[in-house]
């Protein structure tokens, strides 16, 4: 038997101080991280913030607002063909499809309908701005999972559509041309064979894209499986659009109720996928791109002749009455709810856009997730903040 | 597509939609006060406050609108503020008749100053409905329907800061976009929009000509 020295039993104090304070350490406390309201995750200003237990996420809590510019209440002190220049803004990458829902509820409660050339060029525009729309998700989607080029690509892709659209209505952005009744303008000499060479190159656009990052390996080990979405719980917190379809439910409001556009005079179909992750919401997005391309082919060749608006009076007055109508915008279902009181203003206006419940779902979806899947997740919900906050 | 039921003028009656009200009065009994069926495109109906909850439930799951659209609500009131488009040349046009304005309740009629109003949708049947309820005036609250779609929270929450209506039995009603300390519900009606109040706006008169129509009523 050894006698214990004082320095021995100093050493054995100290190492068993020493376990306890790695052991201190390893034991996680729960933490608060805030993503937001500045971060390029978040398409403009949206907060979330996500309690943490070591890199899991036990909680998230969006806090949308922060570019909240009060549509609906503004719309009320609006005559109806002035509305069309506010919700140009809701979703500021589909501008004009965010003008169709609105002139439809309006001409739907004046009886009014677009002659059929305005409604074959309605269709075309709202085809060309998803177009627009989703070509930034399919780059961007990537530069959130760490992949650069992608995003260069479809930033400079992108512009030729832009510069179609803009070679209609005028503005890149806004272009405020619907009309009650019809069209602010037909289109200009030449244009339907330029958009052809376009639809030509958004095509080698989508299948540079499915090269680069489809059947990438890192792509899809951190897309698939992350983020799952059963059907159930996307119709119960009114998930619409590719977020919806990638769930495996084959509803798209351009095949099921194509009031006022003409879908139905198209040959065409609509994807879904069944698993409901990141992945799948990715892939069916690149998918109806390409159908946006056939689509378009087939809506430049038949465009039929004939006036661009209907006959309306000079100072819009809209009948009593209410109306929903709902269109498949490139975000997913925007609907505008219209109660009008036979004044030149609406009574009220409902805007139900979206973003706004395809966001609303984030703290269901990030329960038990990882960190960088976070990023993951908000990145394939896709959301516009103009579209949450109105 | 094979969708051909797009139909240029609307049919007389709507055997579809007319079912479904009746479905929903067979479930509900006299928790229904009114339906309204615009044939071909719509269907409206308004149940008892009591009975929000069920309404609800029932149209998810004997009626099949699984799909939640939105929730939001009406403030009937006529804006004591006029139009708010009442610059001198707009009066010029289109003066503002006078009349006192009765407080009307829309398509299906209603009791109280404030109305909730609901969108459900069915994804295999291609078919939606709006349902509304009133909103007593002296509580001005309403049971959730948080219990049965998820995505009802965030819309509570809205009109719970917008028009100052409270769920009973939401899980966290607070605000939403708002700043905690702001005070009023700014989609009431009378609730005041600043901006219009401090400077007119610039008028209706002002609008384009018809494409197409020479401009000679005077834009210029």
């Not at chain 1, 209505?169 to 272009?175: A, I, N, Q, S, W």
């Not at chain 2, 006192?100 to 078919?127: D, K, N, P, W, Y």
């Not at chain 2, 769920?167 to 609730?191: M, N």
């Amino acid at each position: 038997m050894t006698a214990v020295t004082e320095r021995q039993q100093l050493a054995y104090i100290a190492n068993q101080a020493a376990d306890m304070r790695v052991n201190v350490e390893l034991e996680t406390e729960g933490m608060t991280l805030n993503i937001g309201p500045q971060h390029p995750a978040t398409h403009g200003t949206l907060r979330i913030i996500v309690k943490l237990d070591g890199e899991q996420v036990v909680a998230a809590d969006p806090v949308p607002g922060y570019m909240h510019r009060g549509y609906e209440k503004l719309a009320e002190v609006r005559t109806y063909p002035q509305v069309t220049t506010l919700v140009n803004r809701i979703d500021w990458l589909g501008s004009f499809a965010n003008e169709v829902p609105f002139i439809l509820a309006a001409e739907r409660l004046m009886e009014v309908e677009a002659p059929p050339r305005a409604q074959w060029i309605r269709t075309i525009l709202f085809e060309l701005s998803r177009i627009g729309n989703i070509a930034l998700f399919l780059g961007d989607m990537a530069v959130q999972l760490g992949a650069v080029t992608p995003v260069f690509y479809a930033f400079r892709d992108r512009e030729y559509v832009l510069n179609q659209i803009e070679a209609i209505t005028g503005g890149r952005f806004h272009p405020n041309f619907d009309r009650i009744g019809g069209l602010k303008d037909d289109i200009p000499k030449g244009w339907v064979a330029e958009t052809k060479g376009v639809l030509t190159k958004m095509r080698a656009f989508c299948d540079e894209l499915d090269e680069l990052l489809v059947g990438n390996e890192i792509f899809t080990a951190r897309t698939r499986g992350v983020g799952v979405i059963p059907p159930e719980v996307g119709l119960s917190y009114g998930l619409s659009g590719a977020n919806l379809r990638a769930s495996g439910i084959d509803w798209d409001h351009r095949r099921d109720s194509p009031c006022g556009l003409v879908y139905d005079k198209l040959d065409w179909k609509v994807w879904t996928h069944p698993d409901g992750d990141s992945f799948a919401r990715y892939w069916v997005r690149l998918q109806e791109t390409r159908e946006a391309i056939l689509m378009l082919e087939q809506l430049l060749d038949g465009i039929p002749s004939g006036p661009i608006m209907a006959k309306v009076p000079r100072i819009i007055k809209v009948p009593a009455g209410e109306a929903y109508v709902a269109t498949e915008n490139p975000l997913g279902e925007m609907g505008y709810y219209v109660v009008s009181k036979g004044d030149l203003v609406p009574f009220r206006v409902k805007i139900r856009s979206a973003s706004f419940n395809n966001i609303s779902i984030v703290p269901w979806v990030l329960r038990g997730v990882y960190v960088p899947d976070v990023i993951t997740i908000l990145a394939s919900l896709y959301f516009i903040l103009g579209d949450i906050d109105r | 597509m094979s969708s051909t039921e797009v139909t240029e003028t609307a049919p007389a009656s709507d055997e579809r939609r007319d079912a479904l009200v009746a479905r929903l009065g067979e479930e509900l009994g006299d928790a229904l006060i009114a339906g309204h069926v615009d044939a071909g495109r719509d269907v409206w109906v308004r149940v008892a406050t009591a009975a929000w909850e069920d309404a609800g439930r029932v149209a998810r799951d004997v009626l099949g609108l699984r799909y939640f659209g939105f929730l939001s609500a009406i403030d009937w009131l006529p804006s004591p503020y006029g139009r708010s488009l009442d610059a001198a040349i707009d009066l010029e046009a289109e003066p503002a008749s006078g009349e006192v304005e009765q407080m009307e309740q829309g398509v299906t009629g209603g009791e109280t100053r404030f109305q909730v109003f609901a969108r459900l949708h069915s994804v295999t049947e291609h078919i939606g409905l709006t349902l509304k309820v009133d909103v007593p005036n002296d509580t001005l609250a309403l049971a959730t329907w948080t219990r049965l779609f998820g995505g009802a929270n965030w819309h509570e929450r809205e009109v719970f800061e917008m028009f100052g209506i409270s769920f009973e039995g939401h899980p966290s009603l607070r605000k939403l976009y708002l700043p905690g300390d702001f005070e009023g519900h700014p989609l009431r009606k009378d609730f005041p929009l600043l901006s219009r109040m401090v400077k007119p706006w610039p008028g209706i008169v002002d609008v384009e000509g018809m494409p197409g129509v020479a401009d000679d009523e005077g834009g210029e």
